[in-house]
């Protein structure tokens, strides 16, 4: 199946870390995928992972994946209310649909 | 600069009417896709379309229609067979075989009044 699954909501203060989590279900899976969406707007791609990777950074930004687990999560380190938006992890497969697969998205509100 | 754009950005729809929501993308990508998106829930896929003339249903696909008669455009028609078409509608495009994720489009916010 191709279920992804995300807790709605998440509170940190500015200057905290903020992790997002996200649990997949098909193994097969090759890349997966962190967007961001700001309101009334579409999704940006913050970053993606292959799935022979374990761990991927970019600036502020870490990836973690946990393949036995079927895990991923997604950290910024020192939040700002810029960051507050809603976080979709998606999964794809090398298909000849290329369609992504997209979790229920999380909210993350910053407090100043 | 490459993008993908979708228009209106407001839409508003009388009961019974049909209405089509615009998505053209100037990225020279083959695959092109519909999502529908509610309050609290994730994206729901309405219809993609991986190559000129051809096109696939996702999974709410009814009582919508598209079309893809070039590979620049990928319209959206919410027909009046969709009984709760109150939505923001999202538009996104991919180059075939990539792994690049999709770039989306800024959205269409449509309303029935």
């Known amino acids: 199946g191709e279920d992804v699954e995300q807790s709605l909501f998440l509170s940190v203060r500015e200057g905290d870390s903020s992790v997002i989590n996200c649990t997949y279900t098909?193994?097969?899976?090759?890349?997966l995928y962190w967007y961001k969406q700001e309101p009334g707007a579409g999704l940006q791609l913050l970053t993606y992972?292959?799935?022979?990777?374990d761990m991927k950074q970019d600036q502020r930004l870490t990836v973690l994946l946990n393949k036995k687990d079927k895990h991923l999560s997604l950290r910024i380190a020192d939040t700002q209310t810029g960051d507050s938006a809603i976080y979709f992890c998606?999964?794809?497969?090398?298909?000849?649909?290329?369609?992504?697969?997209f979790g229920t998205g999380t909210r993350l509100t910053v407090i100043p | 600069d490459g993008g993908i754009t979708q228009s209106p950005k407001y839409l508003f729809r009388k009961e019974g009417q049909n209405v089509t929501l615009s998505c053209e993308q100037n990225?020279?990508?083959?695959?092109m896709y519909w999502y529908r998106q509610d309050p609290g829930q994730g994206l729901r896929l309405i219809y993609y379309?991986?190559?000129?003339?051809?096109?696939q249903k996702g999974d709410i696909a009814e009582g919508y229609s598209v079309s893809r008669e070039k590979k620049e455009s990928f319209p959206l028609t919410v027909t009046s067979a969709q009984k709760n078409p109150t939505a923001f509608y999202l538009c996104?495009?991919?180059?075939?075989?990539?792994?690049?994720?999709?770039?989306f489009g800024s959205g269409t916010r449509l309303t029935v009044v």
């Open positions: 996104a495009s991919t180059p075939t075989g990539g792994t690049y994720g999709y770039t």
């Open positions: 098909d193994s097969s899976s090759t890349y």
């Open positions: 992972i292959f799935s022979n990777m």
């Open positions: 998606a999964e794809s497969k090398v298909t000849g649909a290329n369609n992504l697969f």
């Open positions: 990225l020279n990508h083959d695959a």
């Open positions: 379309s991986q190559i000129v003339n051809d096109f």
